[in-house]
């Protein structure tokens, strides 16, 4: 009897470590909210609803977290390339050098976080809730803010060369330095944003006191006299 017994805990081991610890390690994250530097590649947490998480320096490639409530979430330097986040809330968490290359946070409450030195090229944050949050110094290379608010966000120095910004809104945003050549701001709202020193989409700099408009070189030339002889 002793030996069935000792059998059968056996088998039960070497099914957990066959195909259970992925399942096991996800149990442990989901009861505690700490799991740094986890590989959560493919895997799903839709819905989940955790405060405080800390997934530091994770690997979640291609992981879904669509209509998750992660407030205050630790994300720091995690590898959400590819991956699901569309309707989630991750509002006063830090992604600060996190990797989400063609993600998806559509409709998103990122607010108040911190997105700075992140890498998101191609992400789609349209309708997402951006205010407030520092997106400064990032790579936002044809990344998506269709129709996102950006209400008092920083975005010094952030890269948004050929991103679409159509009918976003940026009032009250510091967007010093930032990088916008290419991009689309069609319907944008940019009233008192900060955009001195900006590369403005035609690749002009905006110049100082360039507060809700850039005012460019272009627009500050004075134009030359004709002389008599070309008349």
């Known amino acids: 009897m002793v030996r069935v017994f000792g059998l059968l805990l056996l088998s039960a081991g070497f099914a957990c470590a066959a195909f259970g610890y992925p399942l096991t390690l996800k149990q442990t994250f989901?009861?505690?909210?700490?799991?740094?530097?986890?590989?959560?590649?493919?895997?799903?947490?839709?819905?989940?609803?955790?405060a405080q998480v800390s997934l530091k320096g994770a690997r979640l490639w291609r992981t879904s977290f669509e209509g998750a409530r992660m407030?205050?979430?630790n994300?720091?330097?995690?590898?959400?390339?590819?991956?699901?986040?569309?309707?989630?809330?991750?509002?006063k968490s830090n992604f600060k050098g996190a990797f989400l290359n063609r993600s998806f946070?559509?409709?998103a409450d990122l607010s108040d976080s911190q997105l700075?030195?992140?890498?998101?090229?191609e992400v789609w944050f349209d309708?997402?809730?951006?205010?407030?949050?520092?997106?400064?110094?990032?790579?936002?290379?044809?990344?998506?803010?269709?129709e996102a608010d950006l209400r008092e966000a920083t975005l010094r120095g952030t890269i948004l060369v050929e991103a679409n910004l159509t009918r976003a809104d940026f009032r009250g945003a510091d967007l010093r330095e930032a990088f916008?050549?290419?991009?689309?701001?069609?319907?944008?709202?940019?009233e008192g944003a900060q955009l001195e020193g900006a590369r403005w989409?035609?690749?002009?700099?905006?110049?100082?006191?360039?507060?809700?408009?850039?005012?460019?070189?272009?627009?500050?030339?004075?134009?030359?006299?004709?002389?008599i002889t070309d008349r």
């Open 105 to 107: 946070f559509k409709r």
């Open 127 to 146: 309708y997402a809730n951006l205010a407030g949050a520092d997106l400064s110094n990032g790579l936002f290379y044809k990344a998506r803010f269709e």
């Open 75 to 91: 994300m720091q330097t995690v590898d959400l390339e590819e991956s699901f986040c569309n309707d989630a809330q991750f509002p």
């Open 201 to 227: 989409t035609d690749g002009l700099i905006c110049l100082a006191g360039s507060l809700g408009k850039c005012i460019t070189n272009e627009q500050w030339r004075v134009p030359v006299k004709k002389k």
């Open 30 to 50: 989901l009861k505690s909210a700490q799991c740094p530097k986890c590989d959560f590649s493919a895997q799903s947490f839709k819905g989940v609803e955790l």
């Open 71 to 73: 407030a205050s979430a």
């Open 180 to 190: 916008l050549v290419g991009a689309t701001i069609e319907g944008a709202l940019f």
């Open 116 to 121: 700075n030195w992140v890498q998101a090229e």
